[in-house]
């Protein structure tokens, strides 16, 4: 009776309603936290959150743009475009609605504040208007500043114009010579194919409509007339490839229109530039430029025919100018 009495008697609460400390607390069921990829270093150190995606995009037709690309677009928050307008075109062929941020040669450096403030939240693309960003195009200042402020850049390669013109060129493409667009000025064009001539290797460079038939003229007169395959609105609606040579593709091109990948190919040229030493060159050069100032004829075009003629740079060919006359031409000689 007593052990009943006991064991009745601890059952009931106490004059608060509470049961005697005999029974164990019920505890909140705790949940297991399961920690994050490099949790432990991110206690520690703030790291750079976002990655930079640079894109590739078709060179004229759409259907080129990869998968993966495509991924990227219609998942990423912010895209860096150098057109927003032509940006705006592909991704509404993908039904992608992605923010745009304007970002070109002008203004990356204005624009790189944004950006990274972007990058501390989430990824970012870079896409220009056509092929990849960098090569010959915006964007490798803002990509090497993005990866020194320590965050990731990935590449997502697309078509490229140089590529695709070696594809179908004809020539021997294992080794090549990438030139983008030459320069405006002629004789800084001509010295420009000579120099990359000497490579003995294939030429890829690009070229505007309005200047198409003024670079086939120099390439004809500065490599001697070497077989190219002119290319032009690549992977479009009105593709094109010429091939013969160059003063044939001058006679061929009256009225260029659309964009244009010119191919060279290898030539001896480099070889024969090759075969005179560099001072025999400036030999040359000197007794030309003596010959022009006994004719009378003016600094700044003596200046042009010597480069033209003998491929050497025109800051070399001007200070053989001015050693050929006195130590500082007058007004009328300058160049």
């Given at each position: 009776?007593?052990l009943l009495?006991?064991?009745?008697?601890?059952?009931?609460p106490d004059?608060?309603?509470r049961?005697p400390?005999c029974?164990?607390?019920?505890?909140?069921p705790q949940v297991?936290?399961?920690?994050?990829?490099?949790s432990?270093?991110n206690?520690?150190?703030?790291l750079?959150?976002g990655t930079?995606?640079?894109?590739g995009?078709?060179?004229?037709?759409?259907?080129?743009?990869?998968?993966?690309?495509?991924?990227?677009?219609?998942?990423?928050?912010l895209?860096?475009?150098?057109?927003?307008r032509v940006?705006?075109r592909?991704?509404?062929?993908?039904d992608?609605?992605?923010?745009?941020?304007?970002?070109?040669?002008?203004?990356w450096?204005?624009?790189?504040p944004?950006l990274l403030e972007a990058?501390?939240?989430?990824?970012v693309a870079l896409?220009?208007?056509?092929?990849?960003p960098a090569?010959?195009d915006p964007?490798?200042?803002?990509?090497?500043?993005?990866a020194?402020?320590?965050?990731?850049?990935?590449?997502i390669?697309g078509v490229?114009?140089?590529?695709?013109?070696?594809?179908v060129a004809g020539f021997t493409?294992?080794?090549?010579?990438?030139?983008?667009f030459?320069?405006r000025?002629?004789?800084e064009?001509?010295?420009?194919l000579?120099?990359?001539?000497r490579s003995?290797?294939?030429?890829v460079?690009?070229?505007?409509?309005?200047?198409l038939r003024?670079t086939l003229?120099d390439i004809?007169d500065?490599?001697?007339d070497p077989?190219?395959?002119?290319?032009r609105?690549?992977?479009?609606?009105?593709?094109?490839?010429?091939?013969?040579s160059?003063?044939?593709?001058?006679?061929?091109?009256?009225?260029?229109?659309?964009?244009f990948?010119i191919?060279?190919?290898p030539?001896?040229r480099?070889?024969?530039?090759?075969s005179?030493?560099?001072?025999?060159?400036?030999?040359?050069a000197r007794?030309?430029l003596?010959e022009?100032?006994a004719?009378g004829k003016?600094?700044?075009?003596?200046?042009a025919?010597?480069?033209s003629s003998?491929?050497l740079?025109?800051?070399a060919?001007y200070a053989?100018?001015v050693?050929?006359?006195?130590?500082t031409?007058?007004?009328?000689?300058q160049v």
């Open positions: 009776m007593r009495y006991l064991i009745s008697t601890a059952a009931k004059h608060i309603g049961f400390a029974r164990p607390p019920v505890r909140a297991r936290q399961t920690p994050t990829p490099l432990w270093i206690e520690r150190y703030t750079p959150v930079l995606y640079v894109i995009t078709p060179i004229g037709n759409l259907e080129d743009l990869t998968l993966r690309a495509s991924r990227i677009l219609s998942s990423i928050p895209v860096a475009a150098e057109d927003t940006t705006r592909l991704l509404a062929h993908l992608a609605h992605p923010r745009l941020l304007s970002c070109h040669e002008h203004n450096k204005r624009q790189l944004r990058l501390a939240v989430g990824d896409a220009t208007d056509a092929g990849s090569v010959s964007g490798a200042g803002l990509v090497a500043a993005i020194d402020a320590g965050h990731g850049v990935v590449t390669p490229s114009a140089v590529t695709a013109a070696l594809s493409a294992d080794r090549f010579v990438f030139l983008g030459l320069p000025r002629r004789s064009r001509s010295s420009t000579t120099d990359a001539a003995g290797q294939t030429l460079l690009f070229e505007s409509p309005h200047r003024a003229s004809a500065a490599l001697r077989p190219v395959a002119v290319c609105e690549l992977t479009k609606l009105h593709e094109e490839v010429w091939r013969g160059a003063s044939d593709a001058l006679a061929y091109f009256t009225e260029p229109r659309g964009e990948t191919v060279i190919g030539t001896s480099g070889d024969q530039q090759d005179s030493s560099e001072e025999e060159r400036m030999d040359a007794q030309a003596i022009h100032r004719a003016r600094g700044r075009d003596a200046v025919e010597v480069v003998t491929g740079p025109r800051r060919v053989l100018w050693e050929t006359g006195a130590s031409p007058d007004q009328r000689d």
